[in-house]
């Protein structure tokens, strides 16, 4: 029989950490499913969705454990199989604009009075192309009910869009 556990790490980046945490879960029979790791700030976070024999699950959390020594900072939770999902529409919602507070939580509050789910996101401070002030770029990966009026939902974009002067594109990931 499978368990499934979610790990999530921070350590200072350095060459070997993925080796380090794929290794252990190898060395205990596991099975890494899906993972989503990024460098930020010179920190290396990631999470991770492994399967392993039930019968290793103690093994490999005392390695993983083990991994602490080597400055990982580390937690596990159990987890079950996916459960199917409700029915939504994937999509993608882009912005762009001068940097300044408030615009990642403005977009979300938008979104989660909608019940539409954030499952990525992905946002960066570049240079602008003439000015070389600071520019906000988003990728928002979103998981839209099948229920909700997409006419509205652009009205409510558009308005926050507006008020903070910047760019934002709603496309259909299908």
Same mark, same amino acid.
């Given at each position: 029989?499978?368990?499934?556990?979610? @790990?999530?790490? @921070?350590?200072?980046?350095?060459? !070997?950490?993925?080796?380090?945490?794929?290794?252990?879960?190898?060395?205990?029979?596991?099975?890494?499913?899906?993972?989503?790791?990024?460098?930020?700030?010179?920190?290396?976070?990631?999470?991770?969705?492994?399967?392993?024999?039930?019968?290793?699950?103690?093994? /490999?959390? !005392?390695?993983?454990?083990?991994?602490?020594?080597?400055?990982?900072? &580390?937690?596990?939770?159990?987890?079950? #199989?996916? #459960?199917?999902?409700?029915?939504?529409?994937?999509?993608?919602?882009?912005?762009?604009?001068?940097?300044?507070? !408030? @615009?990642?939580?403005?977009?979300?509050?938008?979104?989660?009075?909608?019940? @539409?789910?954030?499952?990525?996101?992905?946002?960066?401070?570049?240079?602008?192309?003439?000015?070389?002030?600071?520019?906000?770029?988003?990728?928002?990966?979103?998981?839209?009910?099948?229920?909700?009026? &997409?006419?509205?939902?652009?009205?409510?974009?558009?308005?926050?869009?507006?008020?903070?002067?910047?760019?934002?594109? /709603?496309?259909?990931?299908?």
């Amino acid at each position: 029989m499978q368990t499934y556990l979610l @790990i999530s790490f @921070i350590a200072d980046d350095r060459p !070997g950490l993925v080796q380090s945490l794929s290794e252990a879960v190898a060395a205990h029979g596991g099975n890494w499913l899906e993972s989503r790791m990024a460098n930020l700030a010179g920190k290396f976070a990631g999470i991770v969705n492994v399967s392993v024999p039930q019968a290793r699950r103690q093994d /490999l959390e !005392g390695a993983l454990g083990a991994l602490e020594a080597q400055g990982l900072t &580390l937690r596990l939770e159990a987890v079950r #199989a996916a #459960a199917p999902a409700p029915a939504h529409t994937p999509w993608r919602l882009d912005i762009v604009g001068q940097d300044r507070p !408030g @615009i990642v939580h403005e977009f979300s509050a938008a979104l989660a009075s909608r019940r @539409i789910n954030v499952v990525e996101l992905r946002s960066d401070i570049t240079s602008a192309p003439m000015s070389a002030d600071p520019l906000f770029v988003a990728s928002v990966g979103i998981h839209v009910p099948a229920d909700i009026d &997409l006419d509205e939902l652009r009205e409510r974009l558009e308005a926050i869009a507006d008020e903070l002067t910047i760019d934002y594109a /709603l496309v259909s990931a299908d």
